[in-house]
């Protein structure tokens, strides 16, 4: 892997404490993951500079930003970073189009040549851009601060939790924008979440932090696949498959994917043939038999090799199996494993219901 | 009505307060931002520092104003020495002993109007490449504007307020340091009661104008404006 962001900090505030070592890859989402209280945030504003008093050495695209061995420490503002805020941190005294302007102003950029025209379009706010920010609402608001944000054409984008600060229904409408900006982006991005569904939706390199330390980092099905991390025994722990969408049972309302060899039934996704997509499975949605059932409601039986076994010791185990080109984790209870006599290398059926695997 | 003394007296009020007003708000824009961003151990002796003049008998600041300013006092010798005369009795050392005198009611609402913005707007500012002069002129002045206002409002009325303080170290010298309030005392003290109510009317009257403007101004942008 070619790294190009490289960032060792350390910062001690009593209570708290990060130690943290991080190599990222130049392109695509790293998507730092933990609970409250993990350091991903700190880490993040260690980044952008606003940690004053971590200690450490961060380099940006073969750009050293700060060496704390050689006493340098580039102020934030001389970094070329976008950042975006949980509450998206508009400056209220300002219209939407005001705010967006704030930083190309200091760049000495024309809104024209930045394509201001273009961000705006991209996230969909060229209805807002005269309004005040307490006349938006709380998605609009994340929108217009990525948007000011991506404007600067900055060298790296990050993002604290983006969409923590928004209800369900506010996070639907942002989501499709952040995928979008998956595709048009060609930074590096770094993303703050302690949300299952946004790591393993948004993340092509995982992060997972615990205690102000980086516990595992890795491409994303990588790290999802390490049944030594607590991440594979998590109730909610999933497998990200790569795939394109290979057509559609409209009666049943249900759409084929093909993924690298294998193909999934999945409940209707509303893009045409050939569009890329993410599926998540949830492990726990993931059964096993070791013969091909003949009668069965579930759509996709998979044939596929167990690789990996692992128990929590409260009598769940975790099964990770080889599905042609990928990998799959299932949550099966002890006994079934014990019965179905499970060892590496078996052969087995994986089960996925249909309406479990999620987009 | 009022005579020659009366408006020559006003004059000089207006001006005593109108430049101390402008020094206040230099000085103490400066000192408010520090106070509020500093963890220095010596904030707690600044913040007692300045709002001394909130609980001082005025005769005690003016006294010790004057020893300080006066011929043998340090100041004193020091502007002496540099050939400008003593402040004592002046129209400078008014307004000196003004700005020391009215220095917390400019400080303590800009302290809470910088307190209010936060540090959220400032790294905001930090990370749109806004350095930190320019994050104070672009998104702490105007977001501290009411607390802009109070501070001038409050500043320029206490000053024009002045008694104590007044009488100690400037006197009673018409033109130079005679400001409205030795006025009215002059009045009464000559048992001139219908000038004195001309001028002491004059100041409820402004005084009371002035809050109920700024009150005004303060509510209508401190309301919590109901949710959409």
């Not at chain 1, 920010?133 to 601060?145: H, I, Y």
């Not at chain 1, 890329?276 to 059932?293: H, K, M, N, T």
């Not at chain 2, 005679?178 to 001309?198: D, I, M, P, T």
Request: with cysteine; charged share 15%.
């Amino acid at each position: 892997m070619k790294s190009s962001i490289n960032a060792r900090f350390a910062l001690d505030y009593g209570t708290f404490n990060l130690d943290a070592d991080l190599a990222l890859p130049g392109t695509g989402i790293s998507v730092l993951f933990g609970p409250s209280g993990s350091g991903k945030t700190t880490l993040l504003r260690c980044i952008a500079g606003l940690e004053r008093p971590a200690q450490g050495y961060l380099e940006v695209n073969g750009t050293v930003w700060q060496d704390s061995s050689q006493g340098f420490f580039l102020p934030p503002h001389k970094r070329a970073l976008g950042y975006v805020f949980q509450d998206a941190n508009l400056f209220p005294h300002l219209s939407v189009y005001g705010n967006l302007c704030f930083g190309l102003k200091r760049i000495g950029l024309k809104p024209a040549a930045a394509g201001l025209e273009q961000t705006v379009e991209l996230l969909g706010i060229g209805h807002l851009l005269d309004r005040m920010p307490e006349r938006l609402s709380g998605g609009e608001k994340q929108r217009v601060g990525i948007a000011r944000a991506l404007v600067l054409k900055p060298d790296i984008l990050l993002m604290d939790e983006p969409l923590a600060s928004l209800d369900f229904q506010r996070k639907q409408e942002i989501v499709p924008y952040l995928a979008r900006l998956h595709q048009a982006l060609e930074i590096p991005v770094v993303y703050v979440t302690h949300a299952w569904q946004e790591a393993a939706r948004l993340a092509d390199h995982l992060v997972l932090m615990n205690g102000g330390r980086v516990a595992a980092a890795g491409p994303l099905a990588e790290t999802l696949s390490r049944i030594d991390l607590p991440l594979a025994q998590d109730r909610k722990a999933v497998m990200v498959w790569e795939g394109r969408i290979a057509g559609h049972e409209a009666d049943y309302h249900l759409t084929r994917i093909a993924c690298m060899g294998a193909e999934l039934y999945t409940t209707a996704i509303d893009a045409s043939a050939g569009t890329p997509v993410r599926v998540q499975i949830c492990a726990r949605d993931v059964s096993l038999a070791l013969e091909a059932p003949q009668a069965t409601s579930i759509l996709n039986v998979l044939p596929a090799t167990v690789t990996g076994l692992a128990d929590d010791r409260k009598g769940q185990t975790v099964v990770r199996l080889q599905v042609g080109a990928h990998t799959l984790l299932s949550h099966i209870t002890l006994k079934s494993k014990h019965s179905l006599g499970l060892k590496i290398g078996m052969s087995v059926y994986a089960q996925i219901k249909g309406t479990s695997i999620l987009n | 009505m009022l005579g020659d003394d009366d408006l020559a007296a006003l004059w000089l009020t207006f001006r005593v307060a109108a430049l101390s007003t402008v020094w206040l708000l230099m000085l103490g824009t400066p000192l408010a931002w520090w106070l509020t961003r500093t963890g220095s151990r010596w904030k707690a002796v600044c913040n007692a520092l300045v709002a001394l003049p909130l609980v001082l008998p005025p005769t005690v600041l003016g006294f010790y104003l004057l020893v300080l300013i006066g011929p043998n006092g340090p100041i004193g010798r020091l502007t002496t020495g540099l050939g400008m005369g003593t402040l004592a009795f002046t129209f400078n050392g008014l307004v000196v002993a003004s700005v020391l005198y009215s220095l917390p009611f400019v400080v303590q609402p800009l302290q809470t109007a910088f307190a209010a913005i936060g540090p959220p707007p400032l790294e905001a500012a930090a990370t749109l490449r806004a350095g930190p002069w320019d994050t104070f002129f672009h998104v702490v002045v105007p977001l501290a504007k009411p607390g802009f206002l109070a501070a001038a409002i409050l500043g320029f009325a206490h000053t024009v307020g002045e008694f104590g303080v007044v009488l100690m170290i400037g006197g009673n010298i018409p033109g130079q340091t005679r400001v409205v309030s030795v006025q009215v005392y002059n009045h009464v003290e000559a048992l001139e009661y219908g000038q004195a109510h001309w001028l002491a009317g004059g100041l409820l009257a402004f005084s009371f104008a002035v809050l109920i403007v700024m009150y005004g101004f303060l509510n209508h942008r401190l309301t919590v404006q109901p949710a959409k």
